[in-house]
């Protein structure tokens, strides 16, 4: 088992490749330390070419963002034939898109935001949702070109329209959900404890609340209600199973306990290549669940596959 050949897939070309990097390196020093052999692959537009001449016996996917997790790389891995960590074609590419994503979702009874996606340079002039709302990138990750229009704001966030905005021409406008930041892992068939995110010194989870150490807090189990947690649980593998994942992924959610402990939970996005940093939570859920980052890996590479 050990003897197999490991390509960690790294770095790439998104807006998320500083990520990319630190999760691929703490991923390849685990992976060696449990025994495989590993080659560290930065990915470029050769990577073709480069995995078809290195031809490793699994590719594990250390990529975020377009490229890397919108089913790019993993229809080239199919075409390769060469297995892969994490989610296949079709998982990754529907999740990769919020909206799509909160669709099949929401056919399979799981609860998410008032959302619509629309040119970012109609809400120039006029709020396209009464505040408090939420402008998002649809197709990108880490928190990058998240804008909060708070309650009683009176006009649309410029930003959105200006020329430094690099995160596409759609944007998706999404009902703003006070409360908690609570997520949940999953791993194969079984949802992993909750965890609740407090960013320090941030107003929401950031990017900076994410990657820089001290950026936020995460309290493993979340000190919640046991049906709250056990439905977020519930809905997370519910989540992973609708939009077809594979592997590991995680999903994220907002929980409005301000009026009743039985508040409002909202289900936001899944993720199906969670960050492996230092500061990521998935390796911190699975802790807590008795699997050690390197058992965690290994469990990665011997379930990969292709056609996933």
């Not at 919108?70 to 296949?88: A, K, R």
């Not at 006029?126 to 709302?133: L, T």
Request: aromatic share 8%; hydrophobic share 35%; net charge negative.
């Amino acid at each position: 088992m050990k003897n197999k050949h490991v390509a960690v897939l790294l770095g790439g070309f998104s807006s998320e490749r500083p990520v990319s990097l630190s999760s691929g390196k703490a991923c390849a020093d685990a992976l060696e330390a449990e025994g495989y052999r590993v080659t560290r692959v930065d990915v470029g537009r050769d990577v073709s070419a480069v995995l078809a001449e290195l031809k490793p016996d699994v590719a594990f996917n250390a990529l975020h963002g377009p490229f890397g997790e919108d089913g790019t790389i993993q229809g080239v891995l199919e075409y390769l034939d060469i297995p892969y960590t994490h989610s296949g074609v079709l998982a990754s590419a529907l999740a990769m898109n919020k909206e799509q994503a909160k669709r099949v979702a929401k056919a399979a009874g799981i609860p998410v935001a008032e959302s619509k996606v629309t040119s970012r340079f109609s809400i120039k002039n006029e709020h396209p949702m009464k505040p408090p709302y939420v402008v998002k990138p649809v197709n990108e990750g880490s928190s990058f070109g998240v804008v909060i229009v708070k309650e009683g704001q009176t006009h649309p966030p410029q930003l959105i329209s200006s020329p430094e905005w690099n995160y596409g021409e759609e944007v998706m406008v999404e009902r703003y959900i006070h409360g908690r930041e609570l997520t949940c892992a999953v791993m194969g068939d079984v949802a992993l404890g909750v965890c609740e995110i407090i960013p320090t010194g941030h107003s929401f989870y950031d990017y900076d609340s994410k990657y820089v150490p001290g950026g936020s807090k995460h309290e493993v189990p979340a000190k919640i209600s046991l049906n709250i947690y056990q439905k977020i649980q519930t809905l997370a593998l519910k989540a992973h199973q609708a939009i077809g994942c594979r592997g590991v992924s995680r999903s994220d959610f907002r929980y409005d306990d301000r009026y009743s402990e039985n508040g409002e939970v909202v289900w936001l996005e899944v993720n199906t290549q969670p960050g492996m940093t230092p500061t990521s939570l998935v390796p911190e859920i699975a802790a807590h669940a008795g699997h050690s980052f390197g058992e965690l890996l290994s469990w990665m590479v011997e379930e990969a596959s292709c056609r996933r």
